[in-house]
């Protein structure tokens, strides 16, 4: 069963790691995937950290999925508050 912690915590390390690389180098943006991505790589670390007793990484990737699930939610109440554009006065053409 140990390795089953191993290997969740690696590829935790893995979606943090390509997250950041992904976003420094202009192929995703800030936004639903980048989130994702790191909400799912510091809850590997997080249950990998817990495993083996290292409580301040634990404490470390429970702030980080916070910040994660509080983008996503911003992000998410944005995309519905956000009214789709609509044709102005200005743009009709007689």
């Known amino acids: 069963m140990d390795i089953v912690f191993e290997v969740i915590g690696w590829v935790g390390t893995v979606l943090l790691i390509a997250a950041y690389f992904l976003l420094s180098i202009g192929r995703i943006p800030n936004g639903r995937a ?24 634990v404490i470390l990737n429970i702030v980080w999925s916070g910040i994660g699930i509080f983008s996503l939610i911003q992000l998410a109440r944005k995309q519905r508050v956000t009214p789709t554009e609509t044709p102005s006065a200005d743009s009709a053409t007689i």
């Open 34 to 57: 980048y989130q994702l991505f790191n909400l799912f790589g510091a809850i590997g670390l997080l249950i990998n950290g817990a495993v083996h007793g290292a409580w301040p990484s």
